[in-house]
């Protein structure tokens, strides 16, 4: 594009956006609707934290059942109740891919198929294969979780993900570039990190592979971290 | 400069709502320009920076800078558009549908050069078009913009060029046609 049609497209857009007025007033409904988000935070956050500290006094009152008397000091670490993280095999991954401009994008489900509930933490290592089983050479880049992308709330707990049986936690991933361009169908894996193990991923969209755009550049994706299954 | 950063010095101390009126009053109608360039579509504009508005209003407190609000709301906005047009798959419907029918977006079927530029920057894929926006109409330097994004520097560069080169091609065949 020329630098002429550049500096019409540029007049275009000033002249569209002129068309907007300047805002005089306030929409009631947005401020109703703004308060409302603010309570059911404010209340979200009273519970996370009352959860907390009943959870962390439970704890204490168990390890001093169990060990007999014990002074709980500040910062001492050993007071806090345990966790149990989440292992391959309590855990089935799905991933839900589309198109977008170039790219496949979406998000990776882990549902907690065990019996008890366990906890996600930090983000997974996801590698991909061809469907000649050849490990696809990637340059992996970390992406902000899909509630900060949306402006949500910080989920409560975050950044720990806690997963009771049957319950979900998502992983938001893009790849993009994917150069050489595959010939077949990609299939993915998801390794838990600290130990956990390697799950296969299946799913809808899973064999979807972006086109090749740049020979030159390397084939990218996007990993965001474990967060709470959105609506789960 | 950034164009979400206006009326600093306007009067709106005495506004409903508190913080977060003050703050819509003084950043609405430029967020609401710049929703309405990715969207083409007033009323949709005007809901999604609502949206993004009642969205921010939870986390009013954390902005320690007031510079950085309109940095907020601005991602915010780009990124309501995007999920707009995700969730709703409204996009490849709307380009089927427009592939096929007389413009959509303009008030008059002009067929100016102005108005083909218009209707044809509404037809690119959505990240295409919030690249171009965000670079010629906000004026973002590319580091900027593959933040938003969340994509690198050459990627903003890669679909400024191809969406231009789109553009191009539309106007064209319009001005073939």
Redesign the interface.
């Known amino acids: 594009m020329m630098d002429d049609d550049l500096r019409q497209l540029g007049g275009v857009l000033r002249d569209r956006a002129a068309e907007v007025p300047q805002v005089q007033d306030v929409p009631p409904t947005m401020v109703a609707r703004a308060r409302r988000r603010v309570a059911r935070n404010t209340v979200v956050f009273v519970l996370g934290a009352a959860v907390i500290v009943v959870g962390a006094s439970a704890g204490l009152a168990t390890l001093g059942a169990q060990h007999g008397p014990r002074v709980a000091i500040p910062g001492d670490s050993g007071s806090s109740a345990p966790s149990t993280a989440c292992a391959a095999p309590d855990l089935r991954a799905e991933v839900s891919l589309g198109g977008a401009m170039g790219s496949v994008e979406g998000s990776i489900r882990l549902t907690n198929v065990g019996g008890a509930t366990c906890t996600l933490s930090g983000r997974p290592t996801v590698s991909i294969f061809s469907s000649q089983g050849h490990e696809v050479v990637l340059q992996v880049t970390a992406s902000e979780p899909q509630w900060q992308a949306d402006g949500a709330p910080e989920p409560a707990g975050w950044p720990v993900v806690s997963l009771r049986p049957g319950s979900a936690a998502s992983v938001r991933v893009r790849w993009s570039n994917a150069c050489p361009q595959l010939s077949g169908p990609a299939s993915w894996k998801l390794d838990l990190g600290n130990g956990g193990g390697t799950l296969d991923v299946s799913g809808a969209g899973a064999s979807l592979v972006p086109p090749c755009n740049g020979p030159s550049e390397p084939s990218t994706l996007e990993v965001g971290p474990f967060e709470p299954r959105a609506g789960a | 400069m950034s164009r979400l950063a206006t ?1 600093e010095d306007a009067d709106v101390t005495d ?3 508190g913080r ?2 003050e703050l ?2 003084r950043h ?2 430029e967020a ?3 929703a ?2 990715l969207t083409g579509d ?1 009323q949709l ?1 005007e809901d999604l920076v ?1 949206d ?8 009013l407190v954390h902005l320690r800078d007031p510079g950085a609000f309109d940095a ?1 709301l601005r ?2 906005v780009v ?2 558009a995007n ?1 707009h047009f ?1 969730r709703k798959r409204v996009e490849r419907t709307y380009l089927s549908r427009t592939a096929a029918e007389p413009p959509v977006f303009g008030e008059a079927p002009d067929t100016g ?2 108005d083909e ?2 209707k044809g ?1 509404q037809r690119l ?4 078009r919030t690249a ?2 965000l670079r ?2 906000e004026d973002l330097p590319e580091d900027r913009v593959a933040d938003i994004l ?3 520097p ?2 903003v560069r ?2 400024v060029s191809r969406g ?2 789109e ?2 091609v539309h ?1 064209r065949s319009d001005d073939d046609g």
Request: proline share 3%; charged share 20%.
């Open positions: 009326r506004v409903p709502g977060l009126g819509y009053v609405a109608a609401t320009r710049l309405y360039l007033r504009a609502q993004a508005f009642v969205k921010l209003a939870g986390r907020y991602r915010t990124n309501l999920s995700r050069r102005r530029l218009w920057l894929p959505i990240r295409q171009i926006v010629v109409y969340g994509c690198r050459g990627t890669s679909l231009l080169a553009l191009r106007v």
